[in-house]
Every structure is written in structure tokens, then in C-alpha cells.
């Protein structure tokens, strides 16, 4: 066990040493601030101090883990760097040449998100605006390779030091924003689409419509055993997230006391986990959240206890501070909808900071890193180009035995979408391979 020293030991101090240690290396540690402990203990120890002379490893501390507010301030790096960048650069020779443990924590607890910044027409802070797109780490779990290197540099010294690795973890989710393109949607909503489609020549959609209402098997939407055969097929963890908020602009699901409705949420919830999938609404109108899921509670009999919200749609820390208070314990947001990589720097689960209560909290990060509407919609790739970048970002993740959570929503599996299902099914199959 590691011992490590900190002049002041505070929520920020417990928060980043913990998600270093325990949350991504999985090893034990003891943190003190008893000097005389530190210094009178004889197996590996590193300190965390601007204090000269009390441990021939230390690590330079920067002010941010002994602060209590919240500062517009954006930290820099080298641009041009080797691996990773490194934040928080210190002016001294200690034992990495930058604070690993502030640069954890800012990127971690989503530091700039707090920070007035410019939004999209959601409301959602911009990836283009995130300081890893600047630095063009995005694409990289850049915490995850700076903690990898911080142990491989502690083993030079201490190669007694025991790290349990960490397993590869796959797991498949899907978004039900629609789950039927005309069932189930209720006699209004049906018929004022119906003249539409009429109006527009759209026959072929007219004839869609009414052979769905007659037989909800057919509509091109229920797309759920095709995808529940794929995950069998690849022994894939698969899991649902469901939009069950009142119908408005970007709320368009059926009715929650649709019998249909109903019958599949609890076909689906039999075999598979079934998380909220918060509104659109909700955002601004937070009580929402916990009407919801009791909602989806009623209709599967279950607790649930997962959430991604819809659009991506967070605001810190008002929608997690709602999750908590829900009886969410488990959150899938972390990614942008515009970019595909790691809005975070991780690919670890990790509990979320409450930045200004500054408290660790119950909520677990679980880190998405691809979208299949980022690939096609908002950066136009090309299905193959889309193939490689979803393997890239694989084996980044394989390769520090990191969670890789994939989004995908079920009206992305209809027949027109056939060659964008191969990029799914490529994903689902080289997650089981080695490389």
C-alpha cells in the first residue's frame, strides 16, 4: 500500500487522490496529513506538498484542491505534447513536472462546464468550445494515459507495488426516443399525420401508417428484436433508456398509459435493464425528473436507477443534484452529441463531484464515448470512416481496461439505415476480439 502525504487534506484532496487510486488504478493507498507518520513510514510514500524536503517523491501541488469557489480560469498545456497533455505545470523538478491530481480533478468534475460559456440552440455546452478539443485530445482518454503513466513511473520506484487491473467492459445502450414511428401514438396524433402524409404524396408512408396501427409488429420503429437477437448473438450487455415524458416539440414517444406502450417496456425490462431517458422539458423543469421515473417504475415493476438524459441535455450541477434526489444512482450523459470521444478524459465509472458544494457524491459517471447520430449527422462520415474511428476508440479503451458505452437509439436499425447497422454490429463483434 502507498502511502501519500498532503499538507491540508480537503474534499477536492480525498476526491482526486481517491479517483486516481482507487477508481482507475484500483489499488489501496492511505492518505494522511501527520507528518510525522509520513516521514517515519518506510514502504512506498509519495507526498503532496510544496513542502521542501519531506519525501524524495513528491508532486507540486497547484492552488485549485485547496480552493473552495469556483474561478474563471482555464489551465494551459504544451501543445505540442507526447501522449497526453499536461495541465497544471510546475515550476519545480518533482516527480512528474505537473499536478496529475488537479488535472484529474478539473476535467473530471466538468471544471469549465461550470464556467459561462457559449451554447448551442439545446443549451449544451459545446464541445468545440471544450479545452480538449482545443488540445485535440477528444479523441483520447487522456486521464486514464496520465494516471497509466503516473503508475508506470511509481512501479520504477516501487516495483513491489501490487495494481489490480482492471477488465475490459462492453456495454451496448440504447435510446427509445421513438419507439414507434406511427403505433400506439394515439387517434390525434395518427390522424393529423395521416393528412399530412396525404397532402405531401407521401404514400407510401400513408400505407406505413395504417398497416402499423393494425399491426404494431410492423412498424418500421419496433426495431427491438433485431436488436435484443444481436446482443444474444454477441453475448453484448445490453440496455435501454426510455423518453416517458409528456409529449411536446422533442418529446415525441406514445402516451405512458399506452397499452402498447406499456406491453413493450415490460416485454423489454423482463430481460434487460431499462434506465430514464429524462425529457427534453426537463431540463428547465427539474420535478419532472422524479415524475418520470416513478412513471417507469410503475409500468415495469422495477426500481429504476439509470439515466441518460434526452439530447444530452445536462446543466451543473441542478440535473445531477436531481438525479440524487430521484434515486438515480448511475448516470450516462458524459458525451457530446457533436463529437465522438471522451468529454470527460476517462473511460473509468467514477463518482460525480459536486463542484460547489465541493462534496463527493452517491452518482456514478459512466463515461459514453460513441454515438451513431454524431458519426452521421453531425460530422458526415462516410460508414467506413465511421467503422474506423468507432475501432480507434475501442481499443483506447481496451487498452486501459476501461468501460466503452456506445449509444444508439432503435430508429436507427429500419432497413433504409442498413449499412449504418454494420457499423453497430462491427462494434458489438470486435469488442470480444483482442484487437
Request: hydrophobic share 35%; with cysteine.
Amino acid at each position: 500500500m502507498i502511502l501519500i502525504y498532503s499538507h491540508q487534506i480537503t474534499a477536492r484532496v480525498i476526491y482526486a487522490i481517491d479517483l486516481v487510486f482507487n477508481s482507475v488504478l484500483n489499488t489501496p493507498y492511505e492518505l494522511t496529513d501527520d507528518k510525522f507518520h509520513f516521514e517515519s513510514y518506510t514502504l512506498p510514500k509519495i507526498a503532496y506538498s510544496k513542502e521542501s524536503g519531506i519525501s524524495r517523491i513528491f508532486i507540486t501541488p497547484d492552488s485549485l484542491l485547496f480552493e473552495t469557489d469556483i474561478k474563471a480560469t482555464l489551465p494551459n498545456a504544451n501543445i505540442n505534447y507526447r501522449d497526453f497533455p499536461r495541465f497544471f505545470a510546475s515550476d519545480t523538478k518533482d516527480f512528474l513536472g505537473y499536478d496529475i491530481f488537479a488535472m484529474v480533478f478539473y476535467f473530471a468534475t466538468r471544471y469549465e462546464e461550470y464556467l459561462k460559456s457559449e451554447l448551442d440552440e439545446h443549451q449544451r455546452f459545446k464541445a468545440e468550445n471544450s479545452i480538449s478539443f482545443k488540445y485535440n485530445c477528444l479523441h483520447i482518454p487522456f486521464l486514464n494515459n496520465a494516471i497509466a503513466d503516473f503508475k508506470n513511473k511509481l512501479m520504477r520506484d516501487f516495483s513491489f507495488l501490487n495494481y489490480n487491473s482492471r477488465v475490459f467492459n462492453f456495454v451496448s445502450t440504447i435510446d427509445i426516443d421513438n419507439a414507434f414511428a406511427f403505433a400506439n401514438k394515439g387517434f390525434k396524433r395518427n390522424i393529423g399525420g395521416l393528412v399530412k402524409d396525404v397532402f405531401s404524396l407521401k404514400m407510401n408512408q400513408v400505407t406505413q401508417r395504417l398497416v402499423s396501427n393494425l399491426n404494431e409488429e410492423k412498424d418500421p420503429y419496433n426495431t427491438f428484436e433485431f436488436i435484443n437477437a444481436l446482443s444474444k448473438e454477441t453475448q453484448t450487455t445490453l440496455q435501454y433508456f426510455v423518453l416517458i415524458g409528456d409529449y411536446a416539440a422533442y418529446d415525441k414517444n406514445p402516451h405512458y398509459n399506452s397499452t402498447g406502450f406499456r406491453k413493450l417496456l415490460k416485454g423489454l425490462s423482463n430481460h434487460y435493464e431499462l434506465g430514464l431517458h429524462p425529457s427534453y422539458e426537463s431540463f428547465n423543469h427539474l420535478e419532472k425528473i422524479d415524475i418520470e421515473k416513478k412513471r417507469l417504475e410503475e409500468i415495469i415493476e422495477k426500481k429504476v436507477t439509470s439515466a441518460r438524459c434526452h439530447f444530452l441535455r445536462v446543466k451543473f450541477p441542478e440535473t445531477y443534484r436531481a438525479f440524487i434526489q430521484a434515486g438515480i444512482t448511475d448516470d450516462y450523459t458524459m458525451i457530446y452529441a457533436s463529437q465522438s470521444g471522451f468529454r470527460t478524459g476517462l473511460c473509468t465509472p467514477y463518482p460525480w463531484f459536486d463542484l460547489e458544494k465541493n462534496e463527493i457524491t452517491s452518482l456514478t459517471i459512466h463515461p459514453s464515448i460513441i454515438m451513431e447520430g454524431t458519426l452521421r449527422d453531425y460530422n458526415k462520415l462516410s460508414v467506413e470512416n465511421a467503422k474506423s474511428t468507432s475501432l480507434y476508440l475501442l481499443n483506447e479503451v481496451k487498452n486501459q481496461g476501461g468501460e466503452f458505452v456506445s449509444v444508439w437509439h432503435n430508429d436507427s436499425f429500419v432497413s433504409s439505415q442498413k449499412e449504418w447497422i454494420s457499423v453497430y454490429k462491427q462494434l458489438l463483434e470486435k469488442s470480444k476480439t483482442n484487437n
